[in-house]
Structures are given as structure tokens and as C-alpha cells.
């Protein structure tokens, strides 16, 4: 939190400085923050409520969004369950490779998304490791459903892990292994113990998953074929309409996204007043080294 | 070391094995093998083609503009929302977070819908010669938009945290603010500073969705390395497409490297003070 102020005149809290520094970061960001917002809810409803509600009904767009929330139900569950697996093992555990195993993880956080829609290409592709398997046995992962739900997964695999590890890590295995020396199950430990004391943390994992599936772009556009009315997800879909010069159905698309971008932040932030996220990597890991070295 | 009690280790660390296993490493096991498969000529020609390479320098130079601004932008933006009270902050504070949570390719169309020449600031900046959409600048507009959480959100903490005794002892000393900021605040900062710095470049290395709108994607001038990749995919060259998809993988994880050794010094400088 904000420190303390002990004498009132710090460094920068002249009248002019503060005025210019408020002033020019908020004229920057309304620009190149806020405007994209205003511009999207104004091309969305520009041709009146009409155009927009017609855009919104039209069957490829209903299909769109059927992808989306398809992919998001599918994958989002799965990321949950190996977010929560893989913190339970890396901070309930010591075991060699330990420190590996984290920075594989983070490994997606930091590749294109186009790496992960090519990689994906490689493996299930026809010209890929298990593409002619698949067809003689036909089965259809990519430009399909499936595809699009690995290239999701691949994309958001650490979005879940990453909330819960600092916070387990900090939390320590005391608790637990008190609950199991009094005889509780591994379960019952595991769900009366330790997901009461993560279940802020994990929901705000879970949530940005959730959006970052929702809208993930280029990933998704290699491995799903566009297929109109088929494999499009509603990124896809306002691709497709923005280069079809239909400027306007593509805003009206993009408005859902937007409107699931704005309930996002502010999950994020109500949940953050409940102590989940904003984790200062950095500071939070200082400390615990400072911890570690002067006790 | 203590024997450890609790249960659980086959079962979680046998799905977190599996999972990274079958989501993460297969498939890039998989195009490391395809790249590799091409012999070292054939893969340097590749990535060595006057486009590969035009595109490598639209790419790299439009991230490094971006993260330029982006050091100052966000830098501000972090010490105006931790230094200043004032009407809306918690607001800013939160739509920081926007450029995480908008879809990439809602960003893009929105992004050229403004800088067009018939839009928003388009129409502001066309009187001036200063054409944003379909050039150059319109790849660093969008870069700037996707990876500007990165350098507020690691600078954030670490102002909040901030020792008030040492500014004063500096103000005691006679310092003024310009030069206790200089010489005081700045190298406090710097090892978080570096780190979103890198984690920002890197965010905008790899960007595809919002920049494809807004490029124009012009061979040579405006088209970045993922949409060459994504191009030669279209076009059914896989190899092509692997070899430069390689490319970009071996920069993520020499980005991921440096990263990590910033974060580690930044660890040790942090805890030394």
C-alpha cells in the first residue's frame, strides 16, 4: 500500500510537476487506452440498435460465440485442474527439477501465439508427428473444435499456476500437515484446508484463463481453418467481417468482447480487494529472500 | 530434511507431467524437429531471405520504439498512480489492465479504426504528414497498446514499497528533486524497470493480433516476422513456415534467459538493500 507520509513535501509533489505529470499521463492514456473502448462502443451502435441486435442474430455470428464459450467451458476447467495440480506439487513437494518444471510452465507466457498455432500444426497436422495416424483412423483435431481447445489450453496453461504458486509457497505446508497427522484424508485436506485459503487466488486465475481463451487470436487462427459458420471463434469472426468491409458487424462483435474485457477488470479488481493477485513477483520475492537471509 | 507427510505427490506431479508433456513441450518438440529437418543451408536460406530479414527489422525496430515509450509512459503512469491522490486514480489504476484483458484482435481493429486516415486522430494527424495506420508507426502504435501493462505493473510495487527515510535523508542532504530522482529513486527502480522492460520487448516480439490490423502488411515494409510465418503456413511452404517460426522461438527463449537473470539480479540488488 500507499507508505506513509511523514513530511509532506516528497520528491515530485510540487504543484507544477504534479499537474504536468497527472496531465500528460492521462491525455496519453486516454488516447491510447480509453479511445480504443469509446471507438468500439461507437462503430458498434453507429448504425443504430437495429444493425447492431441483426449482427448479433445473424446464425454465423450465434456460432461464434457457441465456439468461444465451447472452448472457454472445455479448456478453462482443465487449466484449472492442472493449475491446481501443479501448485499442489511444486509447493507441497521438494523433488529434483522442481525449479524446471516452473520455468516450463511459464514457457507459453512468453512464445507468440503464431509459435503455438505452428507448433500445433507439427503434431496433428497432416505433415505433422501424429497427422497421418489421425486421418487413416479419422479423427479431426485440427480445423476443428479440438484444435482450437489445444491451442487455448497452450496459450493459457499458466494462467492458473502462476496465481496459486507464490501464494501456496507463502502459505507454507504446516497447515496440511497438521490436518493429515489428525487423520484427514489427502481430499479432505486438500479440500478443507488448503482451496479455502486459495479460493481467491485460484478464481482470479480462472478468470483471466477465462478471457485470455475467449479472445485469443493468433493461436487459434492457425490451427482453426476459418471455416465460415464452422471453426470461426469470434475473434476469428471479426476478422472475417472487418475484411469484408463490414466495419460496423465487426464492432458489434467486438462489443461482446469488449464488454467481457470491462467485466474481466473489474472482477479482477474486486477480487484484488480480497487480497488475490497484484502479487508483486519482484517485491513478494524480495521479501522472502530478506525472510530467508536474516533469520 | 524433515520426512514429508502429506500424500498427493504421484497423482499431482503425474498430471502436471503429463499436461506440460502433451500441451506444452510436445508441440515444441515438434517444430524444433520440423525446423531441424531442414538441413543447415536449406534453413539458412530461409532465414536469411531479404523479407525474413526486412521483416526481422520492422519487428525488432518497431519493439524497441514501443518499449522506449512504454519506459517513460509507464514509468510515469506507475509514480502517478503511487506518488498522487487525485479524482478517477483508482479508475486509471484499473484500466491499466485493459490492454491484458481486451482481445488482441478487438485492440487492432479498434486501434485502426482511430489512426486511419479517416479517423479519430487519423483525421488530426494527416494535416501534419503523419500517417499512422498502413506504416511503420501504426506496428509500434499497436505494440505500445498490448504491452504497456508490463512496465507500470513490475514499477508498481516496488515504488509503493519505497523507502520514504531515504528520499528525506536525500532532502536533508540538499538534493533537489531532480537530481535525489536521478540519484536516488532511479536506481531503487532499475531492477524492476529492467525487468518489465524485457518482459514488454519480448510481449512485443511475438504480438500478431493487433498488429496485423494496422500494419497494412506490406512485404518488406510493414509485414512482422509472426505473419511471414503465419504467410508461408497460407501458402503451404511448412518448412519455410517452421524454419522462421524458429526463429521466433529461440528469441522468446533468449528473452525468457535474459528475463530471468534480470529478475535474479534484481533479487539480490533488492535484497543486499
Redesign the interface.
Known sequence: ???T???PP?????PI??RV??G???F??A???????I??AV?AFGQGLKAYAATIAHPDTRHAIFMTVATALIAVPVNT??GL??A???T????WGRRA?L??????F???????G??????Y?L???FGPMLEAADIKILFALPGIV?AS??VT?PFVARELIPLMQAQG?DL??AA??LGA??WR??FSVTLPNVKWALLYGVV?CN?RV?????AV??VSGNIRGQTNTL??H??LL?HDYQ?AG??AA?SI??T???V???A??ALERRGAG?R????A??KE??AG?SS | MKRNVLPGLPLSLGITLFYVGLIVVLPLAALVFKAASLGPAEYWAIVSSPRAVASYRVTVLSALVATAFNLVFGLALAWVLVRYRFPGRRIVDAIVDLPFALPTAVAGIALTTLFASNGWFGSLLAPLGIKVAYTPLGIMVAMCFTSLPFIVRTVQPVLEDLDPALEEAAQSLGGSDSAIFVRVILPLLMPALLAGLSLSFARSLGEFGAIIFIAGNQPMETEITALLAFIRLEEYDYQAAAAIASVLLITAFLMLAATNLLQARALRYTARS
Open positions: 500500500m500507499t507508505p507520509r511523514r513530511k516528497r520528491v515530485g509533489d510540487g510537476i504534479r505529470l497527472i500528460t499521463t492521462l496519453f492514456g488516447i491510447l487506452v480509453l479511445a480504443p473502448l471507438v468500439i462503430e485442474a492442472f495440480a501443479a499442489w506439487a511444486i507441497k513437494f521438494d523433488f518444471l520455468v516450463v510452465i511459464e514457457i507459453p512468453s512464445i507468440s501465439p503464431i509459435v503455438a505452428v507448433a500445433y500444426l507439427f503434431v497436422g505433415q505433422g508427428l489445444l489450453m497452450f496453461a505446508r496440511e500437515e493429515t497427522s484424508s489427502g485436506t486438500f483471466l478471457a475467449m479472445g485469443e487470436f493468433g487462427s492457425v475473434p476469428l471479426i476478422e472487418y466495419a465487426a464492432f467486438a468482447l469488449a467481457l474485457a470491462v474481466t477488470i473489474i479482477k479488481v497484484r508483486p513477483a519482484l517485491a520475492a524480495a529472500q530478506n537471509t
